[in-house]
């Protein structure tokens, strides 16, 4: 089973050297040495030209193991509520990247909420904007791609409690990416104030205070049940540490203050 890129040259360049010349623009230089050794990463999702720099400044930052799972919204609607491919492999401008099918069966084991369907994967840019700059600073990357569509609190808690197990029994690094952006189409002033409050939480690794701040206040972050479940699993393997990357808007790159979308990255550790 390989799965087609569905917005290469559209979000991303869909060839080979402009997105490496992409890359290297958008991901700082930082030595080995520096790197973070992160459970996880919350990253933006736009189109590069709008929110790459805070993704690569995010990415950038921590060491990526060759074993990763990305966690995004369901922008479609299609496939299942919590859907994992399993099997085959993703095609990339810079080449293949694999699915990791045992820590993906250590997934499934572990939750009873999660359910295998590529259908919810063939057309969702969310996890496929990540994979270039995971692919970049990891050769040997493989990956177990989770759309979430909007769920429970509870069944964040259950998904996210059965992803920090299966990381456990799996045995090897693995980073949890949780793939969103922030506030859509309001002034800058506007987001910027309910991105704060969301933020806020994220920082003091408060899931179930995220949660009910982004749904109690109408904040539209598409990436709100992905970041839950992330925050849950990451506290169930010890997480003691989110800091704040960078923050930035869609004004910054289009010049257009009065509808923004927010982004943002954010580093958790132990």
């Known amino acids: 089973m390989l799965r087609s890129p ?55 930052r ?4 060759e074993n990763v799972i990305i966690l995004g919204p369901n922008h479609t609607g299609y496939g299942a509520t919590v859907a994992l491919m399993d099997q085959g492999a993703w095609d990339m401008p810079m080449g293949e990247v694999p699915v990791n099918e045992e820590l993906a069966a250590e997934i499934v084991e572990n939750s009873s909420q999660v359910q295998v369907d590529e259908v919810a994967h063939r057309f969702e840019h969310s996890l ?10 990891q050769k040997n990357l493989t990956i177990a791609p989770l759309v979430v569509s909007h769920v429970s609190y509870q069944t964040c808690v259950s998904v996210g409690n059965g ?48 949660y009910n701040t982004v749904v109690g206040n109408r904040i539209s972050m598409c990436g709100i049940m992905p970041t839950t479940v992330t925050l849950i699993a ?26 923004v979308v927010g982004y943002a990255g954010l580093v958790i550790t132990k």
């Open 6 to 60: 569905a917005v290469a040259g559209q979000f991303y360049p869909g060839n080979e050297a402009s997105l490496v010349k992409t890359l290297n623009d958008l991901i700082p230089d930082i030595q080995p040495e520096e790197k973070k050794e992160a459970l996880a990463v919350i990253s933006p999702h736009a189109g590069y030209i709008y929110s790459g720099g805070v993704a690569g400044e995010t990415i950038g």
């Open 234 to 259: 990451a506290l169930a393997l010890g997480a003691k540490k989110a800091e704040l990357i960078r923050y930035t808007d869609s004004g910054e790159a289009s010049g257009d203050t009065s509808k």
């Open 163 to 210: 992803l920090a197990e299966a990381i456990k029994k799996y045995g090897k690094p693995v980073l949890i990416v949780a793939s969103t952006d922030m506030t859509h189409y309001e002034s800058r002033e506007s987001a910027s104030s309910k991105d704060s409050m969301a933020l806020e939480r994220i920082k003091a690794l408060d899931p179930e205070g995220l």
């Open 62 to 65: 921590v060491k990526v193991p």
């Open 128 to 137: 496929e904007v990540q994979v270039p700059f995971l692919q970049h600073m």
